[in-house]
């Protein structure tokens, strides 16, 4: 079959791909460029590509098959153009137009992670597998997928049971008093999610603890659905505006309520909505409507806590009064964690947010530097890594010299799938460097300075001090 048999309407095709004025300003940018130095593997290849294709002097399979399947889809060359070009929904167009092979592949994929009932107990199946700890043991000695499969899992394990031991909290409970006023009460939905429900929940319970120390309550958006990134990164662009459609609804269920998302990936696609449906005159206007309250996490935890406790469990409406943490007080770890931060691309090219994460753990007192590469992709991709294992291991190469040489003991970054490969690699080779979500971070150190507070309360600053 060729483009021209497979080839959808897609208005503003030509128009977005006319935009590439050819400069070469994202070669540098593009990962796969660094690693293959094959102009069809960098964005302005990719994007001749596509005009080739869409002018019919190619077809989808070969040359344009290959290239936009190497993609990363990291955006990275957005940022980095001048011109305004729209990669990502350029690239998401391309994949539409995709041969068939490659996109059964990605079917049983999908339908396994994303899928209602696959997922249910593909996750469970997970959890329990992950909770007898034989993942890790695994993820040393399997080859190949299967051992990348493992440790993937294994890198999904909480983070918070650590922090105590650890000393996260050192830091609030040294800063002492800083305790601002009351803040109103705001009015959050989380993102649910299907990987992130099925095996990062710790991160939602993180996520809705740290906001509720800053005066957000929860409100309810049944009926929500997988969000269609992975979706719409594979050219399925019908199965994505069908997942769209649904969770614009359930959204509007709560229509004052910020939405939130932990999973950057996620994120970036509810922004995406009005993209996906933009030949939808019934749903477009909405979609942007919902794009308009979409906030990560961390762009909401950058905000410090008020220091009051969290409202006990089954007393949503009452909050008691900030508390602040006694000055002086602290708690006496072995030594601090070293955090290192690396942004996941779907966060900082994809929705522009770039220093929050920081901030976020800067406010909870954990000092995080950024990576060298903390801009470029890691290599994960979403699906990328199981699809294109070799290279997406070649793009993350370097980021692990870097993540060994800074001598770190946990990377922070928001998104799971940078957090699965990432924490796969670091398994599999044995070093005993965590991947945390940064929510998961901010919430252990709040509670660590929380349990600190409880101490002096009790006994006084003395006693917090040999605690
Ligand atoms: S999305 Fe990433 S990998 Fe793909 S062309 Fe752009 S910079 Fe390169
Ligand atoms: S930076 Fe933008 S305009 Fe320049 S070559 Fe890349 S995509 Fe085209």
Redesign the pocket.
Known sequence: MTSADARPAATGWSDDLLA???????LPACPTYEVLLDENDS??GR?ALMRAHEEGRIGSEGAFQLHIGRCLGCRA?ET????G?P?GSLLERARERAPAPRRHRTGLLLRALTGRRAGAVLYALGRVVRATGVAGFLARRLPGRAGLGAGMLAATRPFAGLARATGLGAAITERGAEAPARVPERAFVLLEGCVMRGLFAHVHEAGRSSLRRRGWRERPAPGQACCGALHAHAGRLEEARAMARRNIAAFEQAADATIVADAAGCGAALRDYPDWLRNDPTWCDRARALAGRVRDVSELLAEPATWGREPAAGDPGERSEPRPVAPGSRTEPPRRQRVAYDAPCHLLHAQGVRDAPLAALAAAGVDAAPLPSWERCCGGAGLYNLLEPRLAAEVAAPKLREIEAAGVDVVATGNPGCQMFLGAALVRAGRDVRVAHPAELVDAAERAGERAADVVAENGPEEGGRR
């Open positions: 590439c004025v050819h400069c070469g300003f994202c964005p302005r994007l060359c980095a153009c001048p011109a070009v990669y």
